[in-house]
């Protein structure tokens, strides 16, 4: 019986310790008047808060929609529904395709994070008024941020500037017009720039930051501001100067062009004093398989170049071990121009120099029928449903080749940017030719998934110090870039542009065009050229920068010279061009450019300009909350 007892009042013990222990408030949250007691208590909820910046990250991003990318798998799939016209009112569509980055319609737990930021910072005791300056400032930097990824794709946001309660109404109305939602936003940008500080942080914001956004905003905003109207930009209207303005206070404030473009976007330039936001990652926490790296490179052996008479072999067995799923296209490659050897002030697409000219023979048939094994070295393979855009030879006795002709004198970011023929990388030779170790016909026609379907990588955003090889669980740092100095400097040429004054466009577009391309500086002779030369250096400058798709569809909008001469609102060539291939012989002497239907029909490539200048406010939302619409035209 005592022990019985014993174990009574043992037991009692027990039980009321783990009362006493237990009955307490939970352990894993942190009480709302603490967070906002101080300064450094504040900064780690915003910290929390800059998932918003996703968005802009680095990579292919919408940059599928476009001809730059030919895609598969996923990648192909995300753009698929876009470019091909099969979306519906639906869908609520997410730019990277990837659902742990929230830069839908729905934005509104990020938007209630940033007003308890400055509701809350506000109204606390133990952060000085300096102090809350700075943080209620970085709050609207947030919020703006956030609806700017929502307003560039829908046009119109629900503006909630407050810290809604249990007892408010949730059937908030949508603004009226996109303007509406960009004055919210540029606003918001404008107190930021006037209150953050000029203090430089990896990956937060500052006065120059939030003024490098607030350009591009700008922009936005006045190819949208009569839609669905046509668009009719005003050279005196005021969002011209703010963007010249803020452009100007981030090109004095301590930035730099960067000398070596390729290492901005890998781990040697990381922190470039180009870069005026990225978002880090460390290896700690991040592997190849959570950044663009696992989806850039091949999966590719020895095994398999040898069944496809491919060669040279790479000096590891297995060379790399991703998922590739996007490659660049020749139609974004042809805008990597070269040096005329006759003349070196003119700059050209590589098969319309005087070099190509004179070694090029385009009226003979290079192609044979694909084979495997035995393939001639002096053909190209065709198959499928391809078609021919462009074939030739190099002429006898010419000393020029494929090689020389794609790379010599061409645009320094071209092998900064992209993997090609004979191009090293990690220590690997790739020949992307016909019966190279790399090209598109080891995955194509009877292939073995893993290679390139253009012949070509991007070699942009791929870190070199992978370690010990390029396999998806591989622990790596990485950043992305969402924004620097030269897409300000563009920004800039295309204010001036819109302007009317050619010469202050030409400065700033031929500061990137000289320094990271190395090219003569563009002397256009009128607006119809100089928005030739500024379209296409913004989109090799800016290429995987998450800038191509929006830019296009704000050039249509803008029409004129800025559209290939159509009128506002008109279709966007670059959105419905086929997109083109190229294949090198063995021999390095023979090509043909091709087009086709590719993977995922990526020549099923619609524009309909009555309804794609804006996507659609998901049905499902509007059906919920009527004053969500009305939907967007066409949609």
């Keep these: 019986m005592k022990i019985k007892i014993l174990i009574i009042i043992g037991c009692a013990f027990v039980i009321s310790s783990c009362k006493k222990v237990l009955d307490v408030e939970p352990l894993d949250k942190v009480k709302e008047d603490i967070i906002w007691s101080t300064k450094a208590n504040a900064e780690t909820f915003i910290y929390g808060t800059y998932g918003i910046m996703d968005v802009y990250r680095s990579g292919p991003g919408p940059d599928t929609r476009t001809s730059n990318i030919l895609a598969t798998d996923g990648n192909a799939r995300n753009a698929f529904t876009v470019f091909s016209e099969s979306l519906t009112n639906s869908y609520d569509i997410n730019d990277h395709g990837d659902n742990k980055i929230f830069d839908n319609f729905n934005n509104w737990a990020e938007i209630r994070r940033c007003n308890l930021i400055i509701k809350k910072v506000g109204e606390s005791t133990g952060i000085t008024d300096s102090d809350k300056k700075l943080l209620i400032a970085e709050g609207k930097f947030l919020r703006a941020m956030s609806y700017f990824g929502v307003a560039r794709k829908t046009g119109r946001i629900v503006w909630i500037d407050n810290v809604l309660t249990e007892s408010d109404d949730f059937k908030l109305p949508t603004v009226a017009t996109p303007i509406e939602s960009y004055n919210?936003?540029?606003?918001?940008?404008?107190?930021?720039?006037?209150?953050?500080?000029?203090?430089?942080?990896?990956?937060?914001?500052?006065?120059?930051?939030?003024?490098?956004?607030?350009?591009?905003?700008?922009?936005?905003?006045?190819?949208?501001?009569?839609?669905?109207?046509?668009?009719?930009?005003?050279?005196?209207?005021?969002?011209?100067?703010?963007?010249?303005?803020?452009?100007?206070?981030?090109?004095?404030?301590?930035?730099?062009l960067e000398t070596d473009y390729e290492g901005m976007f890998n781990e040697t330039k990381s922190t470039s004093a180009e870069i005026i936001f990225g978002i880090y990652k460390k290896a700690i926490d991040n592997i190849v398989q959570n950044t663009p790296m696992q989806n850039a490179f091949p999966n590719i052996s020895n095994d398999k170049v040898k069944k496809f008479d491919g060669g040279p072999l790479f000096s590891k067995p297995v060379a790399f071990e991703l998922w590739p799923e996007y490659f660049p296209s020749q139609n974004l490659a042809d805008d990597y121009l070269v040096i005329d050897k006759a003349d070196p002030?003119?700059?050209?697409?590589?098969?319309?120099?005087?070099?190509?000219?004179?070694?090029?023979?385009?009226?003979?048939?290079?192609?044979?029928?694909?084979?495997?094994?035995?393939?001639?070295?002096?053909?190209?393979?065709?198959?499928?449903?391809?078609?021919?855009?462009?074939?030739?030879?190099?002429?006898?006795?010419?000393?020029?080749?494929?090689?020389?002709?794609?790379?010599?004198?061409?645009?320094?970011?071209?092998?900064?940017?992209?993997?090609?023929?004979?191009?090293?990388?990690?220590?690997?030779?790739?020949?992307?030719?016909?019966?190279?170790?790399?090209?598109?016909?080891?995955?194509?026609?009877?292939?073995?998934?893993?290679?390139?379907?253009?012949?070509?990588?991007?070699r942009k955003g791929m870190y070199t110090n992978v370690a010990p090889s390029y396999l998806n669980s591989v622990k790596t740092d990485y950043h992305y870039v969402c924004m620097r100095l030269a897409r300000v400097y563009l920004n800039l040429a295309e204010a001036y542009l819109l302007k009317g004054d050619l010469a202050n466009a030409l400065t700033n577009l031929n500061k990137t065009r000289v320094m990271h391309g190395a090219l003569p500086a563009s002397a256009a002779g009128n607006l119809a050229d100089g928005w030739k030369d500024y379209k296409r250096e913004r989109r090799v400058e800016l290429t995987e920068e998450n800038d191509f798709y929006y830019s296009l569809l704000r050039w249509g909008r803008y029409g004129g010279n800025a559209n290939d001469g159509l009128a506002s609102g008109g279709t966007i060539a670059n959105l419905t061009e086929p997109i083109r291939v190229l294949d090198i012989s063995k021999d390095r002497k023979s090509f043909a450019i091709v087009t086709g239907s590719f993977n995922f029909g990526y020549n099923q490539r619609r524009f309909d300009a009555s309804r794609r200048y804006l996507f659609p406010i998901p049905q499902g939302f509007i059906d919920n909350n009527p004053k969500f619409g009305p939907q967007n035209p066409g949609w």
Aim: charged share 20%; aromatic share 10%; net charge neutral.
């Design 184 to 256: 919210y936003i540029i606003k918001d940008l404008e107190d930021a720039v006037a209150d953050l500080p000029t203090t430089k942080i990896a990956g937060r914001a500052n006065k120059y930051v939030a003024a490098a956004f607030l350009t591009e905003a700008c922009l936005q905003a006045l190819a949208y501001k009569n839609y669905p109207a046509a668009a009719s930009v005003n050279s005196a209207d005021p969002l011209l100067e703010k963007i010249i303005t803020n452009a100007q206070l981030v090109i004095g404030g301590g930035y730099a």
């Design 345 to 458: 002030t003119q700059v050209l697409p590589w098969n319309q120099t005087s070099q190509y000219l004179a070694a090029v023979d385009e009226g003979v048939n290079v192609r044979a029928p694909y084979a495997r094994r035995g393939f001639p070295d002096d053909k190209v393979p065709s198959g499928g449903d391809e078609v021919v855009v462009k074939q030739g030879r190099i002429k006898a006795g010419s000393l020029e080749d494929l090689w020389t002709l794609t790379n010599v004198n061409r645009d320094a970011r071209w092998k900064s940017s992209i993997v090609s023929d004979s191009s090293r990388f990690a220590n690997e030779l790739f020949t992307t030719n016909t019966k190279g170790n790399a090209n598109r016909w080891i995955s194509v026609y009877g292939g073995d998934w893993g290679s390139t379907v253009t012949n070509m990588y991007f």
